[in-house]
C-alpha cells in the first residue's frame, strides 16, 4: 500500500533561518507531488507541484522553493525564513494522469519567531 | 475563473442528526472532480468521498453522501447520524486542469463542525 511520509511534524525558527522540509512517498511510482500551505483556520493553498524528477510548477511567488531529486522525494526549502512563511505546510501525492484523490501527509507546523 | 465556495465558516449539530455541508464550484471544464476532505484537529487531511462530472449517481461511502447539482453547480456533503468524532474542519475541493499544465486541486475555505453531545 502506498504511504506518504513528512517530516519534522514541528519545527521553530528564528527569522532569517533556512528551511528545509521532506517528503517521500513510498508503494507507487511517478506520482504526481504537492506542497500546500495553511495559514491558521484557512484553506489550502497551492505553492508547488511536480509531474516528475526535476519538474517543478510554482503557482504563488514567494520566499520558498521546492526541489524534487527523486521520483517520490519532494523538498520544501528556503535561503532565508520570514515571519510570513509561519503556517501549517502539507504535502501530497495522486496519481499520474488519472482523476483521482490526492493523499496527504501529517503535516509540518512551522513557527518562524 | 475556477473558484469553490463554502459558505458556512461553522456550524453546530446535535450528536445523531444528519448533517449538510454546502460547496459550490464555478468551472468552465467539461469535466472535472470533486472532493471532500476531514481535517480533525490532528492536521492531517483524511479524503471522504469522490464525485466525477459525469457520474449519473451520487457518490456515497458510509455515512457520508455527496449531493451533486450539476445545473446548480452544487456538491453538498451530507453526513448522517453524526458522532462527536465527526467534529472537525471539512474542505471541499475541485480538480481541474488548466490548459498546458497537470490536474490541480482547487480548495474552498473550509466549514468548522462541531457535534454536540
Known amino acids: 500500500s502506498q504511504t506518504i511520509h513528512q517530516w519534522p511534524a514541528t519545527l521553530v525558527q528564528p527569522v532569517g533561518s533556512p528551511l528545509s522540509l521532506e517528503c517521500t512517498v513510498e508503494g507507487t511510482s511517478n506520482p504526481n507531488l504537492y506542497w500546500y500551505r495553511q495559514a491558521a483556520g484557512r484553506g489550502l493553498q497551492l505553492l508547488f507541484y511536480s509531474v516528475g524528477i526535476g519538474q517543478i510548477s510554482s503557482e504563488v511567488p514567494q520566499n520558498l522553493s521546492a526541489s524534487r531529486p527523486q521520483d517520490r522525494q519532494f523538498i520544501l526549502s528556503s535561503k532565508k525564513l520570514l515571519l510570513s512563511d509561519s503556517g501549517f505546510y502539507l504535502c501530497a501525492w495522486s496519481h499520474r494522469g488519472r482523476n483521482t484523490e490526492a493523499f496527504f501527509g501529517q503535516g509540518t507546523r512551522l513557527t518562524v519567531v | 475563473a475556477q473558484k469553490i465556495t463554502q459558505t458556512q465558516p461553522g456550524m453546530f449539530v446535535q450528536e445523531k442528526e444528519a448533517v449538510t455541508l454546502d460547496c459550490t464550484y464555478d468551472?468552465?471544464?467539461?469535466?472535472?472532480?470533486l472532493f471532500w476532505y476531514k481535517q480533525p484537529s490532528s492536521g492531517e487531511m483524511i479524503f471522504l468521498i469522490y464525485q466525477g462530472s459525469y457520474d449519473q449517481q451520487n457518490a456515497t461511502e458510509g455515512r457520508y453522501s455527496l449531493n451533486f447539482q450539476k445545473a446548480r453547480k452544487s456538491a453538498n456533503l451530507v453526513i448522517s447520524a453524526s458522532q462527536l468524532g465527526d467534529s472537525a474542519m471539512y474542505f471541499c475541493a475541485m480538480r481541474h486542469r488548466p490548459q498546458g499544465s497537470n490536474y490541480q486541486l482547487i480548495w474552498g475555505a473550509g466549514t468548522k463542525l462541531i457535534i454536540k453531545p
Open positions: 468551472t468552465s471544464d467539461p469535466s472535472y472532480g
